[in-house]
């Protein structure tokens, strides 16, 4: 599989989130869970010398590196890996958390005059850099545990009802039995004044114009499906289990995004007796190829001027 990553397409001026005054040869390869977008990527640094950086969500977490496909120990070693396993599962990392943690990146590797690979399969983290990150002020804990208790005390349906009073577009927009998002919409127009649908309108993008190119790995639905469904068998076999045993036994939040990763509910279910091994196998391996098709979707209608790899 290889991928000719057009022009770049970024069009509004950098942000200054980071100096990128001499910005590195910048890749972004996106694509879908199991598309083989890391075996691309570790194909390209080998060819150029690059740097890969972690642009998903979930690989962030040291909590998750079967049950994400974290790259391997001998993948590590053989090429420079920035930003995988950085965080523990108790930490809830957002898309802007990310971008203050990748642009210093960014800046160093442009400094030596290396290439930068950014790879995975977090839509708004690739938006971020191409299209823009709404600067949202932070909001003081007192601010968000009072939502929160709002929230709990309400229910979703009375609380996104009054959430529509205060931005319309997040209370139709987010997904029913989003309670972070929900909260986090609350939170920011209780905090600021101001919608955040409306902050998240106001942006700019974090990579200048002509400083990167961006790809899709995009294989058929068929086979990628098939590749959903022989990770999930292969992670059950290197330990899975043993993984989402380990979090069940911190007693974490089940609002945190490490909590919520494809894999976790399902093989909770089993451990806790709930289901059998081979349903929980099964269940894991629709919610992957639902997690697949999501991504597919969102990458289609973001990216679709991207050039396509199969």
């Known amino acids: 599989m290889r991928c000719v990553c057009g022009p770049s397409i970024a069009e509004s001026p950098l942000s200054a989130s980071a100096d990128l005054s001499r910005p590195p ?11 083989g977008k890391s075996a691309l990527a570790m194909a ?3 060819e150029t010398g690059a740097v890969i950086i972690n642009a998903d969500s979930q690989q962030l977490y040291a909590d998750l590196r079967v049950l994400t496909a974290r790259p391997s120990v001998e993948d590590e070693a053989a090429v420079e890996h920035r930003l995988y396993g950085v965080a523990d599962a108790a930490e809830a990392w957002s898309v802007g958390r990310w971008a ?8 160093e590797l ?29 909001v003081p804990v007192e601010v968000r545990d009072t939502v929160e208790q709002t929230f709990d005390a309400e229910g979703e349906a ?6 529509s009073t205060r931005d319309p577009q997040a209370a139709q927009r987010i997904e029913t039995g989003d309670r972070q998002r929900l909260i ?13 649908s409306d902050w998240s309108a106001d942006t700019t993008p974090l990579l200048a114009p002509g400083s990167w190119t961006g790809c899709v790995v995009e294989p058929d639905r068929a086979v990628l499906y098939a590749r959903c469904d022989r990770r999930v068998e292969s992670m059950i076999a290197n330990g899975a289990l043993d993984e989402v045993q380990a979090l069940i036994r911190r007693k974490l939040d089940p609002a945190l995004p490490a909590m919520k990763a494809v894999g976790v509910r399902e093989l909770s279910a089993h451990l806790g007796g ?9 269940v ?26 199969a």
């Open 25 to 35: 040869q910048i890749e972004l390869i996106a694509g879908p869970t199991a598309s």
């Open 44 to 46: 390209r640094a080998r």
């Open 100 to 107: 203050r943690a990748v642009m210093p990146i960014l800046a």
């Open 110 to 138: 442009g400094e030596a005059g290396r290439q930068a690979l950014l790879v995975g399969g977090t839509g708004l983290y690739f938006t971020a850099l191409t299209k823009g990150l709404a600067d949202i002020p932070d």
């Open 158 to 163: 009375a609380f996104r009802s009054r959430l």
């Open 184 to 196: 986090r919409a609350m939170s920011v127009a209780e905090h600021t004044g101001r919608a955040l």
């Open 274 to 282: 709930s289901i059998s091994r081979d349903d929980a196998i099964a």
């Open 284 to 309: 894991t391996q629709q919610a992957t190829r639902n997690y697949a098709k999501r991504q597919l979707t969102w990458f289609r209608n973001q990216t679709a001027d991207w050039p396509r790899a």
